[in-house]
């Protein structure tokens, strides 16, 4: 069974460094892309970037290159999100999820059906 | 990067009727392998999204075929034929054909 377990929910201050957690198990950790995505309370869905575990390609939406670093180690199968110098606008919940490019047929599908429980992070003095 | 647009962003239903959610991208989505990656996800108060649709039209594995989904290039469309309570909650669509990925804003379906 395909699984992406995210780390717990993290309380932090302004100005302090993260980083939050996200395991694979039950397929081949190194040959799907992985996404992360905000949401900030009660607002919407924002792509923040993937990441090809296999050879840490990495690509980062506009809105956050240079804010947070998305990394991988594929030796214990997780993908990470993190952030130098938390802001109080970084309070969101983060999900990661995996980019599938075929379907069930062997067809280009490029659709994103498993996701993690998301991590709650806030950030407060 | 490509604009997802999405209308309505409220949508109020009475159970058993039809509900529809239109999405317009701010250009083709129509990928250089002919593919278009338009899906529409679902999620549910205080869960992760859940796909539903997949380029365009394909439902998902375990999907009531009471969601339907149809368009093409710029203009896609989500459709229920008829509403149930579980369905209640805030509706996607997300392209993967360029990246950067974008999602619409978001259609909150609830009930009348």
């Known amino acids: 069974e395909v699984q992406l377990v995210q780390s717990g929910a993290e309380v932090k201050k302004p100005g302090e460094s993260l980083k939050i957690s996200c395991k694979g198990s039950g397929y081949s950790f190194t040959s799907y892309w992985i996404g992360w995505v905000r949401q900030m309370p009660g607002k919407g869905l924002e792509w923040m970037g993937i990441i090809w575990p296999g050879d840490s390609d990495t690509r980062y939406s506009p809105s956050f290159q240079g804010h947070v670093t998305i990394s991988a180690d594929k030796s214990i199968t997780t993908a990470y999100l993190q952030w130098s110098s938390l802001k109080a606008s970084d309070t969101a919940m983060y999900y990661c999820?995996?980019?599938?490019?075929?379907?069930?047929?062997?067809?280009?599908?490029?659709?994103?059906?498993?996701w993690g429980q998301g991590t709650l992070v806030t950030v407060s003095s | 990067d490509i604009v997802m647009t999405q209308t309505p962003l409220s949508s109020p239903v009475t159970l058993g009727q039809p509900a529809s959610i239109s999405c317009t991208s701010s250009?083709?989505?129509?990928?250089?392998?002919?593919?278009?990656?338009l899906s529409w996800l679902q999620q549910r108060p205080g869960q992760p999204p859940r796909l539903l649709i997949y380029k365009i039209s394909n439902r998902f594995s375990g999907v009531p075929d009471r969601f339907s989904g149809s368009g093409a290039g710029t203009n896609f469309t989500l459709k229920i034929s008829r509403v149930e309570a579980e369905d209640v909650g805030l509706y996607y669509c997300?392209?993967?054909?360029?990246?950067?990925?974008?999602f619409g804003q978001g259609t909150k379906l609830e009930i009348k």
């Open positions: 250009q083709s989505l129509v990928h250089s392998d002919g593919n278009t990656y």
């Open positions: 999820a995996r980019q599938d490019y075929y379907d069930s047929s062997g067809r280009p599908s490029k659709y994103f059906h498993h």
């Open positions: 997300t392209q993967t054909t360029q990246f950067p990925y974008t």
